[in-house]
């Protein structure tokens, strides 16, 4: 028997769904990716960046890790970053965090979590640049859903001082790195109203 499958199963059914509102559709997926949009998110199977925005695939191109970070000596995300620019000519970069990530979470309290720790850490210096205004909340769900918020702010001023995007922007390219954040709750998202269209107008790192 082969392992999994049921979602053997559920992959047929999709495919022979699909083709029957859309007899092209695959054939016309193979032939082209030119997405306007590079969805940088969280890693939590509640955030599907496709379904969030009402986009098929081949639409929009993905990278996902915990708590949506975006670090210099991140190769994974950067390459991500640079064949969405430079090869896919990209022109919308969108940072996606979501209220009550799990990254945050642990990266807020005093326990030890492993090889994780390492890269909770990133989230850790957003916090000690923010602690005061953090701290000033009384409730504790209100304060990770502060820093989930301050963390995608943190990770828009990362993605607009890449090279890569500067360079992009240098040469005259069209592209805006936006920062929002998404609520599991009600399935809505909210833009944090940091849109970045030039070298002129990046946040400067906290």
């Known amino acids: 028997m082969r392992v999994l499958k049921n979602l053997f ?11 029957e509102s859309d007899p092209d559709f695959f054939l016309k997926l193979s032939k082209q990716q030119s997405p306007e949009y590079l969805w940088i998110g969280c890693s939590d199977s509640r955030v599907p960046s496709n379904q969030i925005v009402g986009l098929l695939p081949g639409e929009i191109f993905v990278h996902r890790n915990i708590a949506n970070v975006v670090v ?12 969405a620019v430079e090869v896919l000519k990209i022109k919308h970069i969108i940072v996606c965090g979501h209220y009550g990530c799990g990254g945050v979470k642990a ?3 005093n326990d030890e979590h492993g ?13 000690r640049t923010h602690s005061e205004e953090v701290d000033a909340l009384q409730d504790n769900t209100l304060k990770i859903n502060k820093m989930c918020e301050l963390n995608v702010i943190e990770q828009v ?8 995007v500067r360079s992009a922007w240098k040469a005259g390219q069209e592209l805006s790195v936006h920062g929002w954040i998404y ?24």
Not at 157 to 164: F, L, P
Request: aromatic share 6%.
């Open 9 to 19: 199963d559920q992959n047929r059914e999709w495919a022979e769904k699909v083709k």
């Open 72 to 83: 210099p000596s991140d190769l994974n995300c950067l390459s991500v970053i640079q064949y």
């Open 107 to 109: 990266a807020m309290d």
């Open 115 to 127: 090889l994780i720790d390492n890269w909770l850490h990133h989230i850790r210096d957003v916090y």
């Open 157 to 164: 001023a990362n993605v607009c001082n890449t090279t890569i």
């Open 183 to 206: 609520s599991i709750e009600n399935g809505i998202l909210q833009d944090l109203n940091v849109c970045v269209t030039g070298i002129e107008d990046v946040p400067e790192n906290k």
